[in-house]
């Protein structure tokens, strides 16, 4: 894929033994039904910013299944290039109609009806393709990490028993299964991020894990 290898990578979403499938994903967009999009950089991201950078510029920061996260103007404003996957449309163009960016629409020959919206300045490219059409999530990030990566890992984990996804519960030994071989994960911060929608699904706790992957050192 065109400007996908990302040195630095950022992710609110894993694929674990099941996804919300794709027609489920774009309905979701056309009836508005996205409790799920933020309207200001996720907090987290916020905290950890700098050990995601860590001192450097003009990265390339990938975001897969980005829908119109504003994170992605807030480090294209640092300087950053961004680029980002999803399957939404209505998402895609969202995003740069409502972050005021003018775009161009361009057709991606080597990925079958596939399309790219890029930035007239050029630092954000957005792809409408599912990530999941190429073989498995943690194989596509790890197959665009650079040799210096920085990949902070946002999951969330409730009582599975009382509410099936999406979002999916994630546990660490998930996590280190999926990146363990060639990342060298730390536990950063949980926190606590029930809210009333929450309750309403049968939850009595939703946390938010965030992880900072970087490569193993005998990958370098």
Known sequence: MEG???ETNTSTAIKQDKVVAKA???MKWEQKNICFHQQHVHRLLENYVDLLLNNRTNLRIFFPLCGKAVDMKWLADMGH???GVDVSEIGLKDFFTEQNISYVEEQVSDIPGAKVFKSLSGNISLY???VYDM?????VLS?????EFR?????VSYDHT???????????VEVDKLFGTFCCIKHLEKVDAFKERHQKWGLDYFYENIYLLTPKPNLN
């Not at 073989?135 to 194989?139: E, K, P, Q, R, T």
């Not at 990949?151 to 999951?155: A, E, G, I, R, W």
């Not at 009382?162 to 660490?172: E, M, N, Q």
């Open 4 to 6: 996908s290898t990302a």
């Open 24 to 26: 489920e994903w774009i």
């Open 81 to 83: 290039s961004i680029t």
């Open 128 to 130: 409408c393709c599912s």
């Open 135 to 139: 073989c498995s999530y943690a194989n």
């Open 143 to 147: 197959s665009l990490m650079g040799r």
């Open 151 to 155: 990949y902070l890992l946002v999951t």
């Open 162 to 172: 009382k509410h099936s996804g999406p979002p999916f519960y994630v546990p660490d």
